[in-house]
């Protein structure tokens, strides 16, 4: 029996906090790159905001555990991010966990169909994780009615190769764009670039899976 699929750990974190007071847009999701990595900003319930980003192990490593520096920090490498937070106040512990990247594995344990994280992990930056935790659960329920109505065992290895075109050009896009983010000097001429064309917002957009 082919043992559950352990993918190799990366060296990045994601950490997150919810904080108040927050001075940004209530209906919209916003990224910032810094040196070497990215913040995700969201409002959620409450007039609350949800703060999310990558880090370095190494980088992590500097602050020896004290993520009020290193939020301090990454306020200091991006100044739009920084006017977010002017009067904002953190609310409840900061979170943290190893942040996984990996492809849909070629076994799968006997009578074990993985789904969503548990099949692949893309970089969160395209905010995918849901909605393909989603589109494999209908994938595995179609493949179990089929199997159910022909009484033949799951068509797991097709299930396989759906699961592997599902994720396979989103791993690529959104690992593209985070590091295009995590490099600040690059990240603003590709912002611009976005701005002043609308074919290439739809092409990236539609990369990523958001079309």
């Keep these: 029996m082919p043992r559950p699929h352990r993918p190799s750990p990366t060296t990045d974190f994601g950490i997150k906090a919810h904080f108040r007071d927050v001075t940004g847009p ?6 910032f790159g810094v040196a070497g990595h990215y913040v995700g900003l969201a409002p959620i319930e409450g007039g609350l ?8 192990a190494a980088r992590l490593e500097r602050f020896r555990g004290d993520l009020d ?3 301090r920090q990454i306020l200091s490498e991006n100044s739009a991010l920084a006017a977010r937070f002017t009067a904002a106040t953190r609310v409840g512990p900061w979170l943290a966990s190893p942040l996984p990247r990996f492809a849909v594995a070629r076994r799968w344990p006997d009578r074990v169909i993985p789904l969503g994280n548990a099949a692949a992990a893309l970089e ?19 493949s179990l009615l089929e199997s159910a109505r022909t009484n033949t065992p799951p068509p797991v290895r097709r299930l396989r190769n759906e699961f592997e075109r599902l994720w396979r050009t ?22 611009d670039i976005a701005r002043g064309s609308a074919w290439v917002t739809r092409a990236a957009l539609a990369l990523m899976g958001k079309s």
């Design 26 to 31: 209530c209906d919209a999701v916003e990224l």
């Design 49 to 56: 905001a949800n703060v999310a980003f990558s880090v370095p």
């Design 69 to 71: 520096a290193l939020w």
């Design 124 to 142: 969160p930056i395209g905010g995918e994780g849901m909605g393909l935790a989603l589109r494999s659960a209908e994938l595995a329920v179609g």
């Design 170 to 191: 989103r791993r690529v896009a959104c690992r593209a764009l985070a590091r295009l983010l995590s490099a600040p000097a690059v990240a603003g001429d590709v912002v």
